[in-house]
């Protein structure tokens, strides 16, 4: 994926530039506060100056379309909250700077730090949907918790929730949950590939039966979202399957990894976040539990949560949908229009690793749900109501993706009324040591058979206890 | 002896409910071994943090709930610092970071406050610790950052010929116990050997009264958060290098509250066996009670070793309000 060209070497002296302005800024600022203190370094405090909100006022006109932007760039989650944040908001800034915006519609943002927490999350949520001429254009609220929080509320508001890799795994069903976009994949789609994947290595998933799967989860609604496709794939093959939480924020588990070394399991499938992750890394490496046999989920699969574990995490795997490591064309294009105008959101050391990048998808498949939904309602500032349409007609294929500048970074995916996940593929990388490798010829598709009746159970429950009232998406295309 | 027979009776409940996993036999020895090893080297670890409770409540009767923080606010300098230098080196300049800490929080928090409320005290370390926190990831960084001590993480088996695939033991476990039985044999000598540590003592008992008879007591405010200070650098080290240095080490002080509740909020030693009670607790409990709550009584399951470390210590604040090695407080009316 990352080529060695002298364009991507002129870009790596730009970061370095980059990264000294920020460090000469720190070193200012440091000497006020504490001769001690004047010995660290500087990035981080430059980043989050730079992580502010403060773009807002450089947008003109009454061309402006709002993106809120909840972030954690505090508290447990940060390691993995920071460079989501930041490559998401390095490719809105490169769509102002190198397209003049959405077909001229500007675009304008504000970071609300949520810390991961849900009350804050939703107070981050009540405090945006307002802002901006039209209101907020959509919502990503990067936590699974956040999500189930502000379901209820996008049916009063009409703004959709996008939650690409995560989310409510019902919220498919668009006829149901109206304003949400699993784009790209759900827990249940995650853990089933999963299942196949193990089932393939095992010899077929037959050959699951009489096998064990410890799941490690996150002992929150994201941890536990997997939980009812694994029992039913458990019913399938006859494997056993071991449920053993983790409470947050994780940093404590030594118990869950004994019960690991004394239960043997063959697999072990980690649903963690943030700290959570090394953590169960370095404890596996403690209780010398095979890496190699340890499957993360896709939000388990990033540098933060590797490399705290040196050496140890060599041979840990974990999904990877959407945006492996590595720079491409998009890359030269921030570096060239953001970074080297000194605009960078982050320190270069975050630029193209996973987090960064799938932050960067998420932005782009945003914007190309406003570019999307133009086309319904016009070049201008759109309302979150209007943005649905786009986002639930988005249709990016191989040719989008590479005039874009994102091949090699996603797969071609596409939505409609009904289903509001669109088409959902992974891989599996493995960590070397130094880099995510992406393991070549491994394609995972969820097998729809067992998760849509699933989802339509799910959906059809949620439905009757909140008494809503399912949409005739045929009838609304012919509107 | 006879006003204590509650304590007695719950001490015994506890030790029941400790045999009972191999009593019945739900657990095989080696791995019941393992899991009360692994209590016990989790609660060394909760006693280094919860050293640093008792010491400043010890001297200056304030409860200091920026522990936690000041432990964050240390492993991130020594993290930060030991990517530019040797770790000695940055071990030795984060303990100058904490004695300048300290002289700051002494001038700007505690002076002012001198012979207020207890209350008021411990308002304003509530305070400094949503200060430390959000400064020190401000200065320092919010990534995961490492401390290498350099022992090897690889686990080692012992006795195999004893129990069926021998007990694990961390090597950086038995590190961390030997460097807490370390510092309190330090803190213990400091305290009942020196001028210093009998000053401090006295100044526990009352400010005013100290103060009367030439105890200067800003100095040794100075003195006992900068002791404290250093036993969050040490705690700080040793979790982070177990964990990594992030945010949530400081998370790490909520587990040390049930066990200064538990030991006693005046003791080191309560510090001591209050972590190693409330280690062993939550790690029989989340392995061995949570699976048959579930079972029992079809619950959603989680886990419980959090908040199962608390119900330890209400239990013991119910029995022994002044927790196990804490000092009875009498009022003359």
Redesign the interface.
Known sequence: MIQDTAASKRSTQNLEEVDMMHKAKFVGLAAGLAAAVAFGTGSALAQDKKGAPAKKAAAAGGGEQFFPVLSYRTGAYAPNGIPFANGFLDYLKLVNARDGGINGVRITFEECETGYATDRGVECYERLKGKGPTGATLFHPLSTGITFAVTDKSFVDKIPIVTFGYGRADSVDGTVFGWNFPLGGTYWDAADMLVQHVGKISGGVDKLKGKKIALVYHDSPYGKEPIALLEERSRMHGYQLLLLPVTHPGVEQKATWLQIRQQRPDYVFLWGWGVMNSTSIKEAVATGYPRNQMYGVWWSGAEPDVTPAGDGAKGYNALTFLAPAGQGQVHKDIIKYVHDKGDATGKKEGFGEVLYNRGMVGAMMSVEAVRRAQIRHGRKPLTGEQVRWGLENLAIDQAAIKRLGFEGFMTPISTSCVDHRGDSEAGIHTWDGKQWVVQKGVRLVADQAIIRPMIRASAEKYAGEKKIVRRDCAKESQQ | MARNWPVVLLCAALLVGLALPLATGAS?PG?YV??LL??L??GVLYSLVAMGFALIFKASGVFNFAQGAMVLFAAL?VA??A??MPLWAAIL?GI??MI?LAF?IERVVLRPLVNQEGIALFMATLGVTFFL??FG????????Y?I?LGIA???VMVLQGLFQGGI?I?K?DVAAALVAVALVAVLALFFQKTATGRALRAVADDHQAAQSIGIPLNRMWVIVWSVAGIVALVAGVIWGS???V????S??AL?ALPVVILGGLTSVTGAIVGGLIIGVG??MA??FLGPVLVKTFDLA???I??WFAYVLALLFLLVRPQGLFGEKHIDRV
């Open positions: 095989p791995f393992e899991v692994g209590g080297m989790t300098a930060r610092l990517e530019r300049l100058v970071v300048a700051v926190d959000g990831q401000t200065v320092w960084g919010s990534d995961i490492k290498d993480k690889e686990p694990l961390n950086e177990r964990l990594g992030q945010f949530s080490v998370l790490v587990k939550e790690k989340e392995v399951g989680g886990g070793e959090n």
